[in-house]
């Protein structure tokens, strides 16, 4: 069962032809890292997916619904896909309680108390129960990334895209957020994951995905992509991150 099918997207911005006929799938509670240099396109193809961004031509298809700009459908799409960005995006004016309970009261008008009950228990997931009464600002880089995913996860979303959720981290903190991810992905969770963590990537990845000027050029499990990647871009590209 695909959960994500992207079929030949051109994205252009501009004169700038950024996306050039992606097309990579994903099935159910699959990962997927993607992974390239920086301008390679990752980020718009994130925002792609979820509409943050408009496509020139092709097609996506999350669970098997079209992406498109149709408010209603759009609506349900946004709220069926968790986005975790880099900056963690929390509201610096409510407790953390109050800000993995938002998006349950606004988009899913879901009753005060329920929505407390499933935000303790997204809370506990990402280990962050006892912080729930607390801010933002009262919490480290990596506990406040985890709280953005604690409000993924409250969604209940059939998907999440992650764009370099723990480069602007602390390198102290990086391995706690990844190691969230990973219990995620071992729970089934259907995830997309932009992130230049190579170890974190041999472990969780069913797939990794090597974008490159703006064309997937190489896709496989990392066993392929580690061990004997196709390309001689891909193959300097890991060298000189690893
Ligand atoms: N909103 C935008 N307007 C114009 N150009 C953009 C915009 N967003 C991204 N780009 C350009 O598109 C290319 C791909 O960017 P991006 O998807 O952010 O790459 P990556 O995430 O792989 O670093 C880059 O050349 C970038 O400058
Ligand atoms: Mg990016």
Request: proline share 2%; aromatic share 6%.
């Given at each position: 069962m695909l959960m994500l099918d992207v079929k030949d997207v051109h994205k252009h911005f501009g004169q700038l032809h950024v996306l050039k006929g992606i097309s990579l799938q994903l099935e159910r509670g699959e990962t997927g890292v993607l992974f390239g240099r920086s301008g390679s396109?990752?980020?718009?193809?994130?925002?792609?997916?979820?509409?943050?961004?408009?496509?020139?031509?092709?097609?996506?298809?999350?669970?098997?619904?079209?992406?498109?700009?149709?408010?209603?459908?759009?609506?349900?799409?946004?709220?069926?896909?968790?986005?975790v960005f880099q900056q963690f995006n929390l509201f610096p004016h409510l407790s953390i309680l109050g800000n993995v309970t938002l998006g349950l009261k606004v988009v899913r008008k879901t009753p005060e108390d329920e929505a407390r009950e499933i935000a303790l228990i997204a809370l506990e997931d990402v280990g962050l129960k006892e912080k729930a009464e607390n801010y933002p600002e009262e919490l480290s880089g990596g506990q406040q990334q985890r709280v953005a995913i604690a409000r993924s996860i409250a969604m209940n979303p059939k998907m999440i895209l992650f764009d370099e959720p723990t480069s602007a981290l602390d390198p102290e903190l990086?391995?706690?957020?990844?190691?969230?991810?990973?219990d995620l992905s071992q729970q089934g969770m259907t995830m997309l994951v932009v992130s230049h963590e190579m170890g974190f990537a041999r472990e969780t990845a069913d797939k990794m995905f090597f974008l490159h000027g703006g064309k997937l050029v190489e896709q496989g499990p990392p066993s392929e992509i580690f061990r004997k990647p196709k390309t001689e871009e891909c193959r300097r590209f890991i060298e000189a991150i690893l």
């Open positions: 396109g990752k980020s718009t193809l994130l925002r792609c997916i979820n509409y943050l961004e408009s496509i020139d031509s092709g097609e996506i298809y999350v669970d098997n619904e079209l992406v498109t700009p149709e408010r209603a459908k759009l609506r349900k799409l946004r709220a069926n896909i968790g986005f990086i391995g706690e957020v990844l190691e969230v991810m990973k």
